[in-house]
């Protein structure tokens, strides 16, 4: 994308966006790919760099972990191995072997449907392949630690076999040599040390004459010295000497294995440039994270419909101070491509339209962007900005010659892919002069079909933008019964200045403010209190419609908790019918199986008695018995409209009782240890105490109401 002037994206604060997203970066590479970010004008690419932003997004919040866990910065040993003759330490061949461990679990991660799902992300390496050899080689050498095994070679092993071999030797030797020292009493320390690479020991300085030996040296106070006893000396040249040997066998191991390792040079230096690339989605990603970035609709047109569009570093900003961020909704298409903003000062005309030009950027440069994702941005091929006092002092022009300067630039090179921004055009002059070149430059940009925001305070462009063709008015809202700015943008009415307002929210004197009114063009005047009257009571109108929106939506909600009380009852009342319904089916069940084994019974009684007679008796009595039961079940009914039962009461001659055997109410005639005497109408009957319930008779009234 072309730019002008050079410090357009300075203005625009691009470079800011950049250091946030720097920061994010682990990798050298991915902070490189940050720095050296470009604006492209291509649309495939932008839709590829933005749908992977937002595929890593995505992962982040569904808490799927991408192994790129390593930070490796690799240049300078990708360098090497480049070279040739090279060699490598094997701390860096093992910084090699994470690169390639990553790269195979990159490749695993990407399964049949992942590669589906983040097909954006798997992108990154299509056009390489896993090679397993890599770490098959180095793990062949190396150890876990980086070390070269004992079996890289066979001269290696023998080297430290004879080694390990020479040094238990010398331990032998030196231990014998400490101890008899140590009994001499010679010994200043009886820990054993090292010096120039040689085991000695602490000697009094006094004693070091007695002892044989190689002097190493001494002590800053020169009261110890350090002697290589005799009995060690050819042992530990004879240590030093394998040292060496298996020195040079590491340093040609390593180098045959840098040599092995330097045919996948190019393979190596592919994986880290990949991982780079994935630490520079991520950091996209996390920035997307901070400052709700989404991923909006994309058309290779020229166009602009932004939904709930925030300016990023004014809502991280604000959001660490606990303000709340007003949002941008405007559309700018081949109808109306051009839009004039007015309102007062400080009522974020200019925050506006960085706003529109930031992200703008930042969605060319494959970033996920602040607005709500049904928004719909074009591509645009040229980007040109003229915002604040761009006076030179390098070519001596004052601030209207710079601003006429930069307009002849605009009016030669706009075209149907540019997007521009003016900030106060025709400022700097004669307000009827100004305004009049204002005018045309208007014009002349409508007719090269460019899209871009104006913002003004001229009322004559503001006349103009509801006659050319093109050119829409929006107004920036004001309080004005708080004298305050809103901050939010208002599309098809031009806004006023509210001059005298602010004038008189600061104070100034009333007889002052009067003055000033009477020296205005009394049309001017109308006009601008035209405005004024027209915004607030459009501001009065959404207040309205908001509130009605609130009690539609309340109503909704309420109209919601209806129904679902309403259909929680009707389940309720299924679940009872169904329950009393499957009560009855369990009744009507166990009674039939109850039946069907008596019924058996009588059959085997048939076949094994002889008297038939008795069996008849019996199948008779089962039959009847629900007829029985329900008889039963009446008389039950009827004792229970006639008598109530009374709890707690203690059984005493005289009392009525009922039979919880058959139901029947009688007079407790007498009782004996646990049974008793009752009488049934004439009859007595001898029951046990436990199989009665006293009862007393219902008074009149309640009665009729149980009957009933």
């Not at 291509?42 to 991408?66: C, N, P, S, W």
């Not at 309102?343 to 974020?348: L, S, V």
């Not at 090179?413 to 900030?423: C, P």
Request: with cysteine; charged share 30%.
């Amino acid at each position: 994308m072309k730019y002008f002037p050079d410090s357009a994206l300075v203005q625009l604060e691009f470079d800011k966006v950049q250091a946030l997203l720097e920061e994010h970066c682990k990798t050298e590479l991915g902070k490189e790919m940050a720095q050296e970010l470009r604006l492209h004008t291509h649309i495939d690419y932008v839709k590829t760099a933005l749908q992977q932003a937002h595929e890593y997004k995505q992962l982040t919040l569904l808490q799927e972990h991408f192994p790129n866990d390593y930070v490796l910065n690799l240049k300078n040993e990708l360098r090497l191995l480049g070279i040739q003759g090279a060699v490598l330490s094997g701390e860096q061949v093992m910084q090699l072997r994470k690169l390639a461990e990553s790269m195979g679990s990159i490749v695993r991660f990407f399964d049949h449907d992942r590669r589906v799902t983040y097909a954006g992300l798997f992108e990154v390496i299509t056009h390489t392949h896993y090679e397993k050899k890599i770490i098959l080689i180095i793990d062949e050498i190396l150890d876990e630690a980086g070390l070269v095994r004992d079996n890289a070679t066979p001269e290696l092993s023998r080297i430290r076999m004879s080694l390990f071999r020479k040094r238990n030797e010398l331990r032998r030797v030196f231990d014998r040599s400490l101890s008899k020292l140590s009994k001499l009493g010679y010994l200043a320390d009886t820990g054993e040390a090292f010096l120039n690479g040689r085991r000695v020991v602490a000697i009094y300085a006094e004693n070091k004459r007695m002892v044989k030996g190689i002097l190493h040296g001494e002590s800053d106070t020169r009261r110890t010295a350090f002697i290589e006893p005799e009995e060690t000396i050819e042992l530990n040249n004879d240590v030093a000497s394998l040292e060496r040997d298996e020195s040079r066998e590491v340093y040609k191991i390593l180098r045959t294995l840098t040599a092995d390792l330097s045919k996948h040079s190019l393979l190596l230096n592919n994986y880290h440039i990949i991982l780079g690339t994935y630490d520079f989605i991520r950091a996209k990603s996390k920035l997307a994270l901070d400052m709700d970035g989404n991923y909006p609709m994309l058309t290779p047109n020229a166009q602009l419909h932004l939904v709930d569009a925030y300016h990023p570093l004014l809502l991280l900003y604000n959001r660490r101070n606990a303000k709340p961020t007003i949002p941008v909704n405007l559309t700018l298409d081949n109808n109306n491509h051009i839009l004039v903003i007015s309102g007062p000062n400080a009522g974020g005309k200019t925050v506006t339209m960085k706003t529109v030009g930031l992200i703008q950027l930042m969605l060319q440069a494959g970033l996920l962007v602040p607005v709500h994702p049904s928004s719909q941005l074009g591509i645009f091929r040229q980007l040109m900005i003229h915002i604040g006092d761009t006076q030179s002092l390098e070519f001596e022009l004052s601030t209207y010659s710079s601003h006429l300067k930069n307009m002849k630039h605009f009016m030669e090179n706009a075209n149907g892919k540019t997007l521009f921004f003016i900030d106060e055009l025709g400022s700097g002059s004669d307000p009827n002069l100004g305004g009049a070149f204002a005018e045309v430059i208007m014009e002349e940009l409508a007719k090269k079909h460019a899209f871009g925001i104006v913002t003004t305070h001229y009322l004559n462009l503001k006349v103009m933008a509801n006659k050319v063709k093109g050119i829409i008015n929006g107004a920036m809202g004001f309080d004005e019964e708080n004298l305050s700015p809103m901050y939010k943008l208002i599309v098809g009415k031009p806004g006023s200045s509210y001059t005298f307002s602010i004038a008189q929210r600061i104070g100034l004197h009333p007889a002052l403010i009067n003055r000033a009114k009477n020296l205005v063009d009394e049309g001017h005047f109308q006009l601008d209190k035209l405005l004024n009257k027209a915004e607030q009571d459009l501001q009065k109108v959404e207040a309205k419609e908001k509130e009605l929106q609130q009690l539609l939506r309340e109503n909704e909600r309420l109209k919601r908790e209806y129904e679902v009380l309403s259909d929680k009852e009707r389940k309720n009342q299924q679940f009872g019918i169904l329950k009393l319904q499957n009560k009855i089916k369990e009744d009507e069940l166990a009674y039939l199986k109850d039946m069907e084994r008596k019924m058996k019974q009588i059959v085997v009684e048939w076949k094994r008695t002889d008297d038939k007679q008795k069996v008849m008796k019996q199948a008779e009595a089962l039959l009847f018995r629900k007829r029985e039961k329900a008889i039963n079940d009446k008389l039950e009914k009827k004792v229970q409209d006639k008598f109530q039962e009374v709890l707690g009461g203690s059984l005493e001659i005289g009392d009525l009782v009922k039979i919880k055997t058959n139901g029947q109410v009688g007079k407790l005639i007498e009782i004996r240890d646990k049974r008793g005497i009752v009488k049934l109408g004439n009859i007595p009957m001898n029951v046990l105490l436990a199989d009665l319930i006293l009862v007393k008779e219902r008074p009149k009234e309640k009665e009729a109401a149980a009957g009933k």
